[in-house]
Nanobody, 123 residues
Framework: QVQLVESGGGLVQAGGSLRLSCLAS????????MGWFRQAPGKEREFVAC????????YAGDPVKGRFTISRDKAKNTVYLQMNSLDPEDTAVYYC????????????????WGQGTQVTVSS
Protein backbone atom coordinates (compact mmCIF):
# COMPACT_ATOMS: atom_id res chain seq x y z
CA GLN A 1 0.00 0.00 0.00
CA VAL A 2 1.13 3.52 -0.74
CA GLN A 3 0.25 6.65 1.19
CA LEU A 4 0.40 10.03 -0.52
CA VAL A 5 0.17 13.32 1.34
CA GLU A 6 -0.03 16.63 -0.53
CA SER A 7 0.95 20.00 0.86
CA GLY A 8 1.68 23.51 -0.34
CA GLY A 9 -1.72 24.66 -1.49
CA GLY A 10 -3.17 28.03 -0.56
CA LEU A 11 -4.41 31.37 -1.80
CA VAL A 12 -2.33 33.31 -4.30
CA GLN A 13 -2.91 36.28 -6.58
CA ALA A 14 -3.04 35.90 -10.33
CA GLY A 15 0.46 35.86 -11.78
CA GLY A 16 1.93 34.39 -8.63
CA SER A 17 3.57 31.04 -7.92
CA LEU A 18 3.09 28.05 -5.65
CA ARG A 19 4.94 24.79 -5.20
CA LEU A 20 2.98 21.70 -4.28
CA SER A 21 4.64 18.72 -2.64
CA CYS A 22 3.54 15.10 -2.40
CA LEU A 23 5.24 12.84 0.12
CA ALA A 24 5.03 9.11 -0.63
CA SER A 25 5.43 6.25 1.82
CA UNK A 26 4.75 2.53 1.94
CA UNK A 27 6.49 1.47 -1.25
CA UNK A 28 9.85 2.18 -2.83
CA UNK A 29 9.38 5.65 -4.27
CA UNK A 30 11.78 4.86 -7.08
CA UNK A 31 9.29 2.33 -8.50
CA UNK A 32 6.38 4.76 -8.71
CA UNK A 33 5.26 6.78 -11.68
CA MET A 34 3.64 9.93 -10.31
CA GLY A 35 1.03 12.34 -11.55
CA TRP A 36 -0.81 15.49 -10.59
CA PHE A 37 -4.48 15.99 -11.37
CA ARG A 38 -6.92 18.73 -10.44
CA GLN A 39 -10.64 19.15 -10.05
CA ALA A 40 -12.49 22.44 -10.01
CA PRO A 41 -16.03 22.77 -8.64
CA GLY A 42 -18.56 21.41 -11.09
CA LYS A 43 -15.89 20.08 -13.44
CA GLU A 44 -14.36 16.69 -14.13
CA ARG A 45 -10.94 15.77 -12.85
CA GLU A 46 -8.25 17.03 -15.22
CA PHE A 47 -4.72 15.83 -15.91
CA VAL A 48 -1.99 18.31 -14.96
CA ALA A 49 1.40 16.61 -15.24
CA CYS A 50 3.17 13.29 -14.78
CA UNK A 51 6.67 11.95 -14.29
CA UNK A 52 8.12 8.49 -14.77
CA UNK A 53 9.63 6.42 -11.96
CA UNK A 54 13.13 7.38 -13.13
CA UNK A 55 12.29 11.04 -13.53
CA UNK A 56 13.55 11.05 -17.09
CA UNK A 57 10.13 11.37 -18.71
CA UNK A 58 7.75 14.19 -17.89
CA TYR A 59 4.60 15.40 -19.57
CA ALA A 60 2.29 18.31 -18.89
CA GLY A 61 -1.24 18.95 -20.05
CA ASP A 62 -1.92 21.71 -22.57
CA PRO A 63 -3.58 24.11 -20.08
CA VAL A 64 -0.44 24.24 -17.94
CA LYS A 65 2.35 23.58 -20.42
CA GLY A 66 5.10 26.14 -20.09
CA ARG A 67 3.82 27.31 -16.68
CA PHE A 68 3.89 24.20 -14.47
CA THR A 69 6.83 21.84 -13.93
CA ILE A 70 6.79 18.42 -12.31
CA SER A 71 9.89 17.00 -10.64
CA ARG A 72 10.85 14.41 -8.05
CA ASP A 73 13.44 14.02 -5.31
CA LYS A 74 14.34 10.40 -4.59
CA ALA A 75 16.11 11.21 -1.35
CA LYS A 76 12.98 12.87 0.03
CA ASN A 77 10.38 10.48 -1.46
CA THR A 78 8.66 13.56 -2.78
CA VAL A 79 7.24 14.77 -6.06
CA TYR A 80 6.76 18.47 -6.69
CA LEU A 81 4.59 20.63 -8.89
CA GLN A 82 6.02 24.09 -9.44
CA MET A 83 3.23 26.38 -10.63
CA ASN A 84 4.09 29.75 -12.13
CA SER A 85 2.01 32.47 -13.79
CA LEU A 86 -1.07 31.25 -11.99
CA ASP A 87 -4.46 32.20 -13.36
CA PRO A 88 -7.89 32.09 -11.68
CA GLU A 89 -8.69 29.21 -14.05
CA ASP A 90 -6.09 27.18 -12.14
CA THR A 91 -8.26 27.24 -9.01
CA ALA A 92 -8.99 23.65 -8.03
CA VAL A 93 -8.22 20.86 -5.61
CA TYR A 94 -4.93 19.33 -6.71
CA TYR A 95 -4.38 15.61 -6.25
CA CYS A 96 -1.20 13.59 -6.27
CA UNK A 97 -1.40 10.07 -7.70
CA UNK A 98 0.93 7.09 -7.99
CA UNK A 99 1.20 3.91 -10.03
CA UNK A 100 3.75 1.21 -10.62
CA UNK A 101 6.62 2.32 -12.83
CA UNK A 102 5.38 4.35 -15.78
CA UNK A 103 3.86 7.80 -16.04
CA UNK A 104 0.38 8.26 -17.47
CA UNK A 105 -1.98 11.12 -18.26
CA UNK A 106 -5.04 8.96 -17.56
CA UNK A 107 -6.40 9.05 -14.05
CA UNK A 108 -7.78 5.51 -14.33
CA UNK A 109 -4.22 4.20 -14.63
CA UNK A 110 -3.35 5.29 -11.11
CA UNK A 111 -3.78 3.06 -8.06
CA UNK A 112 -2.91 5.45 -5.26
CA TRP A 113 -4.31 8.89 -4.52
CA GLY A 114 -3.75 11.59 -1.95
CA GLN A 115 -6.46 13.58 -0.21
CA GLY A 116 -5.86 16.71 -2.24
CA THR A 117 -4.78 20.26 -1.52
CA GLN A 118 -6.76 23.37 -2.39
CA VAL A 119 -5.26 26.00 -4.67
CA THR A 120 -7.15 29.26 -5.04
CA VAL A 121 -6.02 31.97 -7.43
CA SER A 122 -7.60 35.39 -6.99
CA SER A 123 -7.92 37.91 -9.79
Amino acid sequence: QVQLVESGGGLVQAGGSLRLSCLASGRAFSTLGMGWFRQAPGKEREFVACISYSGTITYAGDPVKGRFTISRDKAKNTVYLQMNSLDPEDTAVYYCAGRAWGASARDRDYDYWGQGTQVTVSS
